[in-house]
Protein backbone atom coordinates (compact mmCIF):
# COMPACT_ATOMS: atom_id res chain seq x y z
CA UNK A 1 0.00 0.00 0.00
CA UNK A 2 1.49 3.31 -0.64
CA UNK A 3 1.11 6.36 0.68
CA UNK A 4 0.63 9.25 -1.69
CA UNK A 5 3.11 12.60 -0.89
CA UNK A 6 0.77 15.34 0.85
CA UNK A 7 1.39 18.74 -0.60
CA UNK A 8 3.42 20.60 2.00
CA UNK A 9 6.27 17.35 2.35
CA UNK A 10 8.53 18.96 -0.04
CA UNK A 11 8.16 22.54 1.97
CA UNK A 12 8.40 21.07 5.17
CA UNK A 13 12.28 19.30 3.66
CA UNK A 14 13.06 22.84 2.32
CA UNK A 15 12.39 24.73 5.50
CA UNK A 16 14.26 22.76 7.38
CA UNK A 17 16.84 22.86 4.95
CA UNK A 18 17.44 26.06 4.94
CA UNK A 19 17.28 26.12 8.75
CA UNK A 20 20.40 23.35 8.53
CA UNK A 21 21.69 26.07 5.97
CA UNK A 22 22.03 28.84 8.25
CA UNK A 23 23.42 26.78 11.47
CA UNK A 24 26.21 25.28 9.11
CA UNK A 25 27.19 28.98 7.66
CA UNK A 26 27.47 30.02 10.77
CA UNK A 27 29.18 27.39 11.92
CA UNK A 28 31.59 27.64 9.29
CA UNK A 29 32.49 31.65 9.31
CA UNK A 30 35.11 33.61 10.08
CA UNK A 31 35.10 33.23 13.85
CA UNK A 32 37.19 31.26 16.09
CA UNK A 33 35.30 28.73 18.29
CA UNK A 34 36.16 28.30 22.09
CA UNK A 35 39.66 26.91 21.80
CA UNK A 36 40.82 27.49 17.83
CA UNK A 37 43.82 29.64 17.33
CA UNK A 38 42.68 30.56 14.10
CA UNK A 39 41.04 29.81 11.19
CA UNK A 40 42.63 29.86 7.98
CA UNK A 41 40.96 31.16 5.12
CA UNK A 42 41.53 28.97 1.87
CA UNK A 43 41.00 25.93 4.10
CA UNK A 44 37.81 27.31 5.77
CA UNK A 45 36.57 28.59 2.26
CA UNK A 46 36.98 24.86 0.51
CA UNK A 47 34.85 23.61 3.64
CA UNK A 48 31.70 26.37 2.67
CA UNK A 49 32.39 25.00 -0.92
CA UNK A 50 32.42 21.56 0.48
CA UNK A 51 29.04 22.20 2.59
CA UNK A 52 27.22 25.05 1.64
CA UNK A 53 26.17 23.44 -1.46
CA UNK A 54 22.15 23.58 -1.72
CA UNK A 55 21.66 19.63 -0.54
CA UNK A 56 18.51 18.58 -0.12
CA UNK A 57 19.44 18.06 3.77
CA UNK A 58 18.19 14.95 4.29
CA UNK A 59 20.03 13.63 7.40
CA UNK A 60 19.34 16.42 9.35
CA UNK A 61 15.78 16.67 8.28
CA UNK A 62 15.41 12.78 10.20
CA UNK A 63 17.43 14.01 12.69
CA UNK A 64 14.77 17.12 13.43
CA UNK A 65 11.48 14.88 12.49
CA UNK A 66 12.60 12.11 14.38
CA UNK A 67 13.22 14.31 17.56
CA UNK A 68 9.62 15.68 16.60
CA UNK A 69 8.00 12.67 17.61
CA UNK A 70 9.04 13.12 21.40
CA UNK A 71 7.97 17.00 21.74
CA UNK A 72 11.99 18.12 20.83
CA UNK A 73 11.89 22.00 19.00
CA UNK A 74 14.21 22.20 15.93
CA UNK A 75 16.04 25.04 17.71
CA UNK A 76 17.20 22.19 19.93
CA UNK A 77 18.11 19.54 17.68
CA UNK A 78 19.51 21.78 15.08
CA UNK A 79 23.31 22.01 15.81
CA UNK A 80 23.31 18.14 16.28
CA UNK A 81 21.39 17.71 13.12
CA UNK A 82 24.36 20.57 11.39
CA UNK A 83 27.02 18.20 13.07
CA UNK A 84 25.59 15.02 10.66
CA UNK A 85 25.25 16.91 7.79
CA UNK A 86 29.13 18.10 8.39
CA UNK A 87 29.99 14.31 8.46
CA UNK A 88 27.93 13.27 5.33
CA UNK A 89 29.48 16.48 3.28
CA UNK A 90 33.09 15.34 4.76
CA UNK A 91 32.77 11.71 3.18
CA UNK A 92 31.46 13.59 -0.24
CA UNK A 93 34.79 15.76 -0.56
CA UNK A 94 36.79 12.89 -0.02
CA UNK A 95 34.96 10.31 -1.75
CA UNK A 96 35.25 12.64 -4.71
CA UNK A 97 39.33 12.24 -4.64
CA UNK A 98 41.05 11.47 -7.73
CA UNK A 99 42.71 8.61 -5.36
CA UNK A 100 38.98 7.44 -4.50
CA UNK A 101 35.76 8.01 -7.48
CA UNK A 102 37.20 11.19 -8.99
CA UNK A 103 34.47 12.98 -9.69
CA UNK A 104 34.84 16.46 -11.24
CA UNK A 105 30.80 17.72 -10.69
CA UNK A 106 29.20 17.13 -7.58
CA UNK A 107 25.64 18.89 -7.75
CA UNK A 108 26.62 20.76 -10.77
CA UNK A 109 29.46 22.37 -9.15
CA UNK A 110 33.36 21.57 -8.92
CA UNK A 111 34.24 19.64 -6.45
CA UNK A 112 36.61 20.56 -3.50
CA UNK A 113 39.92 19.20 -4.95
CA UNK A 114 38.98 20.80 -8.70
CA UNK A 115 37.93 24.16 -6.95
CA UNK A 116 40.55 24.18 -4.65
CA UNK A 117 43.59 21.19 -4.76
CA UNK A 118 43.83 17.71 -3.20
CA UNK A 119 45.45 18.42 -0.28
CA UNK A 120 43.54 21.33 0.90
CA UNK A 121 40.24 19.29 -0.16
CA UNK A 122 41.56 16.08 2.27
CA UNK A 123 42.58 18.54 4.59
CA UNK A 124 38.59 20.14 4.71
CA UNK A 125 37.13 16.75 4.49
CA UNK A 126 39.18 15.66 7.81
CA UNK A 127 38.61 19.33 9.20
CA UNK A 128 34.72 18.87 8.54
CA UNK A 129 34.61 14.99 10.51
CA UNK A 130 36.16 16.55 13.45
CA UNK A 131 34.27 19.69 13.77
CA UNK A 132 31.08 17.37 13.65
CA UNK A 133 32.56 16.05 16.79
CA UNK A 134 33.24 19.70 18.23
CA UNK A 135 29.56 20.36 17.53
CA UNK A 136 28.31 17.39 19.38
CA UNK A 137 30.14 18.06 22.20
CA UNK A 138 29.71 22.08 22.67
CA UNK A 139 26.85 23.22 24.69
CA UNK A 140 25.01 26.05 22.46
CA UNK A 141 23.78 29.19 23.50
CA UNK A 142 20.89 29.40 21.61
CA UNK A 143 19.95 25.89 23.59
CA UNK A 144 18.65 26.07 27.37
CA UNK A 145 21.53 24.64 29.58
CA UNK A 146 20.88 20.77 30.10
CA UNK A 147 18.20 20.65 27.31
CA UNK A 148 20.80 17.83 26.17
CA UNK A 149 22.26 16.14 28.64
CA UNK A 150 26.17 15.14 29.02
CA UNK A 151 25.19 11.34 29.17
CA UNK A 152 22.27 12.30 25.24
CA UNK A 153 25.61 14.00 24.24
CA UNK A 154 28.03 11.17 24.70
CA UNK A 155 25.11 9.08 22.78
CA UNK A 156 25.17 10.69 19.98
CA UNK A 157 29.41 10.68 20.01
CA UNK A 158 29.35 7.14 19.84
CA UNK A 159 26.64 6.88 17.70
CA UNK A 160 28.28 8.66 15.08
CA UNK A 161 31.15 7.49 15.16
CA UNK A 162 30.13 4.07 15.11
CA UNK A 163 28.16 4.73 12.55
CA UNK A 164 30.51 6.44 10.10
CA UNK A 165 34.37 4.93 10.89
CA UNK A 166 35.71 1.71 9.54
CA UNK A 167 33.01 -0.40 10.64
CA UNK A 168 30.36 1.99 9.14
CA UNK A 169 31.04 4.39 6.31
CA UNK A 170 34.35 4.39 6.03
CA UNK A 171 34.64 0.66 5.92
CA UNK A 172 31.69 0.74 3.76
CA UNK A 173 33.84 3.22 1.12
CA UNK A 174 36.81 1.27 1.60
CA UNK A 175 34.80 -1.86 0.28
CA UNK A 176 32.74 -0.03 -2.10
CA UNK A 177 36.55 0.50 -4.17
CA UNK A 178 37.19 -2.66 -3.57
CA UNK A 179 34.02 -4.20 -5.59
CA UNK A 180 35.52 -3.53 -8.94
CA UNK A 181 37.74 -6.23 -8.73
CA UNK A 182 36.70 -8.17 -5.70
CA UNK A 183 33.00 -8.33 -7.12
CA UNK A 184 31.00 -8.92 -3.69
CA UNK A 185 28.17 -11.40 -4.16
CA UNK A 186 24.57 -10.15 -3.02
CA UNK A 187 25.01 -10.45 0.56
CA UNK A 188 28.32 -8.35 0.28
CA UNK A 189 26.50 -5.82 -1.66
CA UNK A 190 24.62 -5.54 0.95
CA UNK A 191 26.54 -5.21 3.79
CA UNK A 192 28.66 -2.93 1.93
CA UNK A 193 25.44 -0.90 1.34
CA UNK A 194 24.28 -0.93 4.42
CA UNK A 195 27.66 0.57 5.96
CA UNK A 196 28.46 2.95 3.54
CA UNK A 197 25.31 4.75 3.07
CA UNK A 198 22.73 2.82 5.61
CA UNK A 199 24.59 3.33 8.66
CA UNK A 200 24.76 7.75 8.78
CA UNK A 201 20.80 7.31 7.84
CA UNK A 202 20.12 5.20 9.99
CA UNK A 203 21.96 7.17 13.01
CA UNK A 204 19.79 10.16 11.83
CA UNK A 205 16.78 8.46 12.99
CA UNK A 206 18.50 7.41 16.00
CA UNK A 207 19.92 10.94 17.06
CA UNK A 208 16.52 12.14 16.70
CA UNK A 209 15.30 9.73 19.72
CA UNK A 210 18.25 10.08 21.73
CA UNK A 211 18.02 13.62 21.75
CA UNK A 212 14.11 13.29 22.42
CA UNK A 213 14.76 11.05 25.32
CA UNK A 214 13.32 8.04 23.79
CA UNK A 215 13.00 4.74 25.86
CA UNK A 216 15.44 1.60 24.70
CA UNK A 217 12.59 0.50 22.73
CA UNK A 218 11.71 3.95 20.82
CA UNK A 219 15.34 4.45 20.15
CA UNK A 220 15.91 0.72 18.69
CA UNK A 221 12.40 1.33 16.62
CA UNK A 222 13.55 4.41 14.71
CA UNK A 223 17.26 3.02 14.36
CA UNK A 224 15.11 0.06 12.46
CA UNK A 225 13.18 2.47 10.58
CA UNK A 226 16.47 4.74 9.58
CA UNK A 227 17.84 1.28 8.02
CA UNK A 228 15.05 0.47 6.11
CA UNK A 229 14.73 4.13 4.72
CA UNK A 230 18.75 4.06 4.38
CA UNK A 231 18.13 0.62 2.11
CA UNK A 232 15.65 2.37 0.03
CA UNK A 233 17.86 5.10 -0.63
CA UNK A 234 20.60 3.05 -1.60
CA UNK A 235 18.25 1.10 -4.39
CA UNK A 236 16.50 4.35 -5.51
CA UNK A 237 19.99 5.81 -5.72
CA UNK A 238 21.24 2.55 -8.25
CA UNK A 239 17.97 2.73 -10.18
CA UNK A 240 18.86 6.53 -10.90
CA UNK A 241 22.23 5.45 -11.94
CA UNK A 242 21.14 2.68 -14.06
CA UNK A 243 17.74 5.04 -15.77
CA UNK A 244 18.84 9.08 -15.21
CA UNK A 245 21.04 10.81 -17.10
CA UNK A 246 23.79 13.35 -15.93
CA UNK A 247 21.92 16.57 -16.23
CA UNK A 248 18.60 15.39 -14.05
CA UNK A 249 21.41 14.53 -11.34
CA UNK A 250 23.91 17.19 -11.48
CA UNK A 251 26.44 14.30 -11.68
CA UNK A 252 27.90 11.83 -13.16
CA UNK A 253 25.75 8.46 -13.38
CA UNK A 254 25.81 5.27 -15.15
CA UNK A 255 29.25 5.04 -13.54
CA UNK A 256 28.62 1.68 -11.15
CA UNK A 257 27.89 0.03 -14.56
CA UNK A 258 31.08 1.84 -16.47
CA UNK A 259 33.16 1.06 -13.47
CA UNK A 260 31.85 -2.49 -13.67
CA UNK A 261 30.30 -2.76 -10.03
CA UNK A 262 27.30 -4.79 -9.09
CA UNK A 263 23.95 -2.88 -7.64
CA UNK A 264 21.19 -4.74 -6.97
CA UNK A 265 19.03 -2.87 -9.23
CA UNK A 266 22.00 -4.21 -11.87
CA UNK A 267 21.69 -7.73 -10.68
CA UNK A 268 17.79 -8.13 -10.31
CA UNK A 269 16.31 -5.46 -12.85
CA UNK A 270 14.25 -2.19 -12.49
CA UNK A 271 10.89 -4.06 -11.77
CA UNK A 272 12.07 -5.93 -8.56
CA UNK A 273 13.82 -2.94 -7.51
CA UNK A 274 10.38 -0.95 -7.41
CA UNK A 275 8.84 -4.09 -5.62
CA UNK A 276 11.56 -4.02 -2.82
CA UNK A 277 11.55 -0.48 -2.63
CA UNK A 278 7.42 -1.12 -1.87
CA UNK A 279 8.27 -3.34 0.69
CA UNK A 280 10.47 -1.51 2.76
CA UNK A 281 8.35 1.74 2.67
CA UNK A 282 5.60 -0.68 3.87
CA UNK A 283 8.05 -1.67 6.46
CA UNK A 284 8.91 1.77 7.30
CA UNK A 285 5.71 2.93 7.76
CA UNK A 286 4.83 -0.23 10.17
CA UNK A 287 7.92 0.67 12.30
CA UNK A 288 6.14 4.01 12.43
CA UNK A 289 2.47 2.25 13.84
CA UNK A 290 3.33 3.82 17.47
CA UNK A 291 3.77 7.31 16.95
CA UNK A 292 0.32 7.48 15.67
CA UNK A 293 -0.48 10.99 14.01
CA UNK A 294 2.17 12.58 14.96
CA UNK A 295 5.00 10.26 12.80
CA UNK A 296 3.50 11.48 9.25
CA UNK A 297 6.20 13.79 8.24
CA UNK A 298 8.52 10.72 8.50
CA UNK A 299 5.59 8.28 6.83
CA UNK A 300 6.02 10.67 4.31
CA UNK A 301 10.15 10.69 4.17
CA UNK A 302 9.80 7.06 3.28
CA UNK A 303 7.99 7.28 0.82
CA UNK A 304 9.42 10.22 -1.02
CA UNK A 305 13.05 8.53 -0.26
CA UNK A 306 11.88 5.44 -2.29
CA UNK A 307 10.17 7.45 -5.17
CA UNK A 308 12.97 10.31 -5.59
CA UNK A 309 13.94 11.35 -9.19
CA UNK A 310 17.20 12.97 -8.28
CA UNK B 1 69.19 26.00 35.05
CA UNK B 2 69.21 22.82 33.85
CA UNK B 3 67.60 19.69 34.89
CA UNK B 4 69.83 16.44 33.93
CA UNK B 5 68.01 13.48 32.86
CA UNK B 6 67.61 11.15 35.91
CA UNK B 7 68.49 7.02 35.36
CA UNK B 8 64.75 5.77 34.70
CA UNK B 9 63.18 8.21 32.42
CA UNK B 10 63.89 6.52 29.16
CA UNK B 11 62.87 3.51 30.97
CA UNK B 12 59.67 5.03 32.17
CA UNK B 13 58.35 6.76 28.67
CA UNK B 14 59.29 2.98 26.97
CA UNK B 15 57.34 1.11 29.70
CA UNK B 16 54.20 3.12 28.95
CA UNK B 17 54.98 2.99 25.19
CA UNK B 18 54.68 -0.78 26.00
CA UNK B 19 51.62 -0.39 27.57
CA UNK B 20 49.98 2.07 25.00
CA UNK B 21 51.01 -0.29 22.25
CA UNK B 22 49.07 -3.17 23.47
CA UNK B 23 45.74 -1.19 23.69
CA UNK B 24 46.14 0.41 20.59
CA UNK B 25 46.63 -3.54 19.18
CA UNK B 26 43.59 -4.63 21.24
CA UNK B 27 41.61 -1.49 19.43
CA UNK B 28 43.13 -2.35 16.08
CA UNK B 29 42.40 -6.27 15.80
CA UNK B 30 39.39 -8.05 14.37
CA UNK B 31 36.45 -7.70 16.79
CA UNK B 32 34.13 -5.36 15.94
CA UNK B 33 33.31 -3.18 18.52
CA UNK B 34 29.76 -2.41 19.41
CA UNK B 35 27.69 -1.21 16.69
CA UNK B 36 29.66 -1.41 14.20
CA UNK B 37 28.81 -3.65 10.78
CA UNK B 38 32.17 -5.32 9.79
CA UNK B 39 35.85 -4.47 9.80
CA UNK B 40 37.06 -4.49 6.32
CA UNK B 41 40.67 -6.40 6.14
CA UNK B 42 42.54 -4.49 4.06
CA UNK B 43 41.39 -1.15 5.71
CA UNK B 44 42.13 -1.98 8.99
CA UNK B 45 45.65 -3.22 8.03
CA UNK B 46 46.21 -0.08 6.56
CA UNK B 47 45.27 1.48 10.00
CA UNK B 48 47.30 -1.25 12.02
CA UNK B 49 50.01 -0.04 9.95
CA UNK B 50 50.03 3.60 10.53
CA UNK B 51 49.68 2.94 14.28
CA UNK B 52 51.81 0.05 15.22
CA UNK B 53 54.95 1.48 14.03
CA UNK B 54 56.97 1.29 17.15
CA UNK B 55 56.42 5.33 17.70
CA UNK B 56 57.83 6.53 21.17
CA UNK B 57 53.77 7.08 21.93
CA UNK B 58 54.91 10.94 23.90
CA UNK B 59 51.48 11.95 23.73
CA UNK B 60 49.91 9.39 25.69
CA UNK B 61 52.77 9.88 27.76
CA UNK B 62 51.95 12.79 28.64
CA UNK B 63 48.10 11.78 29.44
CA UNK B 64 49.68 9.35 31.91
CA UNK B 65 52.03 11.22 33.32
CA UNK B 66 49.58 14.65 34.10
CA UNK B 67 46.91 12.65 34.96
CA UNK B 68 49.22 10.41 37.72
CA UNK B 69 49.57 14.47 38.94
CA UNK B 70 45.96 13.43 40.50
CA UNK B 71 46.66 10.11 41.55
CA UNK B 72 44.93 8.37 38.32
CA UNK B 73 46.06 5.41 37.42
CA UNK B 74 47.60 4.23 33.80
CA UNK B 75 44.71 1.43 33.40
CA UNK B 76 42.29 4.80 34.15
CA UNK B 77 43.45 6.52 31.49
CA UNK B 78 45.12 4.36 29.03
CA UNK B 79 42.06 4.36 26.63
CA UNK B 80 41.95 8.35 26.27
CA UNK B 81 45.57 8.26 25.64
CA UNK B 82 45.29 5.98 23.39
CA UNK B 83 42.28 7.92 21.61
CA UNK B 84 44.91 10.57 20.70
CA UNK B 85 48.01 8.50 19.68
CA UNK B 86 45.05 7.50 16.96
CA UNK B 87 44.68 11.11 16.03
CA UNK B 88 48.64 11.77 15.59
CA UNK B 89 48.96 8.61 13.95
CA UNK B 90 45.95 9.55 11.76
CA UNK B 91 47.58 12.69 11.08
CA UNK B 92 51.18 11.86 9.77
CA UNK B 93 48.97 9.16 7.23
CA UNK B 94 47.44 12.01 5.61
CA UNK B 95 50.30 14.21 6.08
CA UNK B 96 52.43 11.68 4.28
CA UNK B 97 50.03 11.17 0.90
CA UNK B 98 51.33 12.69 -2.23
CA UNK B 99 49.03 15.51 -2.08
CA UNK B 100 50.71 16.49 0.96
CA UNK B 101 54.30 16.28 2.14
CA UNK B 102 54.41 13.18 -0.41
CA UNK B 103 56.86 10.83 2.29
CA UNK B 104 57.59 7.45 1.41
CA UNK B 105 59.17 6.38 4.38
CA UNK B 106 58.23 6.81 8.13
CA UNK B 107 60.07 5.11 11.14
CA UNK B 108 61.96 3.64 8.10
CA UNK B 109 59.27 1.34 7.12
CA UNK B 110 57.04 2.14 3.75
CA UNK B 111 54.42 4.87 4.36
CA UNK B 112 50.64 3.82 4.62
CA UNK B 113 49.67 4.91 0.93
CA UNK B 114 52.87 2.94 0.03
CA UNK B 115 52.81 -0.22 1.36
CA UNK B 116 48.91 -0.18 0.40
CA UNK B 117 47.58 2.59 -1.94
CA UNK B 118 46.13 5.95 -1.62
CA UNK B 119 42.65 5.79 -1.02
CA UNK B 120 42.88 3.26 1.39
CA UNK B 121 45.66 5.49 2.92
CA UNK B 122 42.83 8.47 3.12
CA UNK B 123 40.21 6.42 4.62
CA UNK B 124 42.33 4.77 7.11
CA UNK B 125 43.28 8.29 8.52
CA UNK B 126 39.23 8.92 8.44
CA UNK B 127 38.68 5.85 10.40
CA UNK B 128 41.67 6.78 12.95
CA UNK B 129 40.16 10.16 13.61
CA UNK B 130 36.82 8.91 13.79
CA UNK B 131 37.81 5.86 16.08
CA UNK B 132 39.65 8.27 18.62
CA UNK B 133 36.30 9.82 19.44
CA UNK B 134 34.43 6.23 19.38
CA UNK B 135 37.04 5.47 21.98
CA UNK B 136 36.44 8.47 24.21
CA UNK B 137 32.73 8.52 24.20
CA UNK B 138 32.82 4.41 25.29
CA UNK B 139 32.58 3.01 28.65
CA UNK B 140 35.45 0.62 29.04
CA UNK B 141 35.22 -2.52 30.79
CA UNK B 142 38.45 -2.50 32.38
CA UNK B 143 38.07 0.97 34.05
CA UNK B 144 35.57 1.21 37.15
CA UNK B 145 32.03 2.32 36.19
CA UNK B 146 31.39 6.32 36.30
CA UNK B 147 35.21 6.56 36.92
CA UNK B 148 35.12 8.89 34.02
CA UNK B 149 32.21 10.94 33.73
CA UNK B 150 30.78 11.99 31.43
CA UNK B 151 30.98 15.68 31.59
CA UNK B 152 35.01 14.46 32.01
CA UNK B 153 34.70 12.25 28.59
CA UNK B 154 32.74 15.76 26.79
CA UNK B 155 35.38 17.75 28.51
CA UNK B 156 37.92 15.29 26.80
CA UNK B 157 36.31 15.25 23.30
CA UNK B 158 35.74 18.85 23.09
CA UNK B 159 39.45 19.43 23.41
CA UNK B 160 40.44 16.54 21.25
CA UNK B 161 37.93 18.07 18.48
CA UNK B 162 39.56 21.62 18.81
CA UNK B 163 43.01 20.60 19.22
CA UNK B 164 43.07 18.96 15.82
CA UNK B 165 40.35 20.77 13.52
CA UNK B 166 40.85 23.59 11.71
CA UNK B 167 41.63 25.62 14.26
CA UNK B 168 44.55 23.46 15.49
CA UNK B 169 46.75 20.41 13.58
CA UNK B 170 44.60 20.31 10.89
CA UNK B 171 45.05 24.32 10.32
CA UNK B 172 48.05 24.23 10.99
CA UNK B 173 49.02 21.39 8.24
CA UNK B 174 47.12 23.58 6.02
CA UNK B 175 49.25 26.87 7.10
CA UNK B 176 52.50 24.63 6.75
CA UNK B 177 51.68 23.76 2.97
CA UNK B 178 50.82 27.66 1.87
CA UNK B 179 54.73 28.15 3.64
CA UNK B 180 56.41 27.35 0.53
CA UNK B 181 54.87 29.94 -0.71
CA UNK B 182 53.62 32.57 1.37
CA UNK B 183 56.71 32.55 3.26
CA UNK B 184 54.71 33.47 6.50
CA UNK B 185 56.69 36.22 9.07
CA UNK B 186 58.35 35.04 12.59
CA UNK B 187 54.51 35.26 14.06
CA UNK B 188 53.11 33.25 11.32
CA UNK B 189 55.52 30.43 12.08
CA UNK B 190 54.78 30.43 15.77
CA UNK B 191 51.00 30.49 15.11
CA UNK B 192 51.52 27.70 12.54
CA UNK B 193 53.60 25.78 14.58
CA UNK B 194 51.37 26.25 17.44
CA UNK B 195 48.24 24.63 15.61
CA UNK B 196 50.43 21.52 13.91
CA UNK B 197 52.26 20.54 16.45
CA UNK B 198 51.60 22.26 19.37
CA UNK B 199 47.77 22.35 19.93
CA UNK B 200 47.93 18.12 20.37
CA UNK B 201 50.60 18.05 22.66
CA UNK B 202 49.14 21.06 24.95
CA UNK B 203 45.88 18.68 24.99
CA UNK B 204 47.59 15.75 26.06
CA UNK B 205 48.72 17.48 29.34
CA UNK B 206 45.27 18.81 29.34
CA UNK B 207 43.24 15.45 29.34
CA UNK B 208 45.41 14.38 32.23
CA UNK B 209 44.20 16.97 34.24
CA UNK B 210 40.85 16.25 32.88
CA UNK B 211 41.28 12.67 33.47
CA UNK B 212 42.44 13.80 37.11
CA UNK B 213 39.37 16.02 37.91
CA UNK B 214 41.76 18.97 38.32
CA UNK B 215 40.96 22.35 38.96
CA UNK B 216 40.56 25.33 36.25
CA UNK B 217 43.80 26.78 37.75
CA UNK B 218 45.40 23.31 37.59
CA UNK B 219 44.30 22.48 34.19
CA UNK B 220 45.18 25.45 32.57
CA UNK B 221 48.72 25.38 34.37
CA UNK B 222 48.83 22.21 32.68
CA UNK B 223 47.57 23.07 29.70
CA UNK B 224 50.41 26.20 29.42
CA UNK B 225 53.15 23.37 30.45
CA UNK B 226 51.74 21.49 27.42
CA UNK B 227 52.26 24.41 25.53
CA UNK B 228 55.83 24.98 26.24
CA UNK B 229 57.15 21.77 25.75
CA UNK B 230 55.05 21.37 22.27
CA UNK B 231 57.20 24.34 21.59
CA UNK B 232 60.05 23.12 22.21
CA UNK B 233 59.48 19.59 20.67
CA UNK B 234 59.08 21.96 17.32
CA UNK B 235 62.15 24.14 17.91
CA UNK B 236 63.53 20.69 19.02
CA UNK B 237 62.83 19.22 15.65
CA UNK B 238 63.30 21.97 13.05
CA UNK B 239 67.06 21.99 14.61
CA UNK B 240 67.25 18.56 13.72
CA UNK B 241 65.52 19.08 10.21
CA UNK B 242 68.97 21.12 10.23
CA UNK B 243 71.79 19.09 11.81
CA UNK B 244 70.78 15.62 11.83
CA UNK B 245 71.35 13.03 8.85
CA UNK B 246 68.43 10.68 7.52
CA UNK B 247 69.75 7.36 9.03
CA UNK B 248 69.44 8.68 12.36
CA UNK B 249 65.80 9.86 11.77
CA UNK B 250 64.19 7.04 9.87
CA UNK B 251 62.80 9.62 7.40
CA UNK B 252 64.44 12.45 5.26
CA UNK B 253 65.51 15.02 6.66
CA UNK B 254 66.59 19.36 5.19
CA UNK B 255 63.31 18.88 3.42
CA UNK B 256 62.35 22.52 5.28
CA UNK B 257 64.99 23.70 3.42
CA UNK B 258 64.54 22.37 -0.11
CA UNK B 259 61.07 23.33 0.03
CA UNK B 260 62.21 26.74 0.82
CA UNK B 261 60.18 26.70 4.20
CA UNK B 262 61.90 28.91 7.04
CA UNK B 263 61.75 27.76 10.39
CA UNK B 264 62.70 29.62 13.11
CA UNK B 265 65.92 27.61 13.76
CA UNK B 266 66.88 28.67 9.99
CA UNK B 267 66.01 31.87 10.85
CA UNK B 268 67.83 32.42 13.60
CA UNK B 269 70.30 29.63 13.70
CA UNK B 270 71.35 27.10 16.42
CA UNK B 271 72.74 28.98 19.52
CA UNK B 272 69.40 31.28 19.57
CA UNK B 273 67.45 27.80 19.45
CA UNK B 274 69.24 25.90 21.79
CA UNK B 275 68.76 29.06 24.50
CA UNK B 276 65.02 29.19 23.85
CA UNK B 277 65.29 25.54 24.51
CA UNK B 278 66.33 26.20 28.17
CA UNK B 279 64.46 28.69 28.40
CA UNK B 280 61.26 26.86 27.61
CA UNK B 281 62.34 24.01 29.75
CA UNK B 282 63.02 26.40 32.04
CA UNK B 283 59.31 27.83 31.89
CA UNK B 284 57.88 24.39 31.59
CA UNK B 285 59.67 23.26 35.80
CA UNK B 286 58.05 26.11 36.54
CA UNK B 287 54.53 25.95 35.53
CA UNK B 288 55.18 22.19 37.51
CA UNK B 289 56.15 23.95 40.44
CA UNK B 290 53.14 23.43 42.50
CA UNK B 291 52.89 19.92 42.24
CA UNK B 292 55.96 19.35 43.79
CA UNK B 293 58.01 16.24 43.91
CA UNK B 294 54.98 14.10 41.82
CA UNK B 295 55.83 16.05 38.65
CA UNK B 296 59.28 14.31 38.53
CA UNK B 297 58.70 12.66 35.46
CA UNK B 298 57.13 15.77 33.33
CA UNK B 299 60.10 17.65 34.65
CA UNK B 300 61.90 15.22 32.81
CA UNK B 301 59.99 15.02 29.80
CA UNK B 302 60.52 18.61 29.35
CA UNK B 303 64.24 18.11 29.11
CA UNK B 304 63.85 15.01 27.29
CA UNK B 305 62.10 16.89 24.69
CA UNK B 306 64.57 19.65 24.25
CA UNK B 307 67.57 17.50 23.87
CA UNK B 308 66.03 14.76 21.95
CA UNK B 309 68.22 13.81 19.01
CA UNK B 310 65.54 11.98 16.95
Chains 1, 2 share one sequence.
Not at 64 to 71: K, P, Q, T, Y
Not at 98 to 124: C, F, N, S, W
Request: with cysteine.
Amino acid sequence: METKLQDGFEERLAAHAARVEDELRRLLDGRERSGEIARPERLLAAMRHGVLNGGKRLRPFLVIESAALFGRSCDDVLAAAAALECVHCYSLVHDDLPAMDDDDLRRGQPTVHKAYDEATAILAGDSLLTLAFDILATESSDVPRNAITPRQRIDLIKGLATASGIGGMAGGQALDLAAETAKPDEQGIITLQAMKTGALIRYACEAGAILGGATFAERERLAEFGSAIGLAFQLADDLLDLTADTSSMGKATGKDAAAGKATLPSLHGTDWTRKQLRGLVGQAHELLEPFGAKAATLRQAATFIAERKS
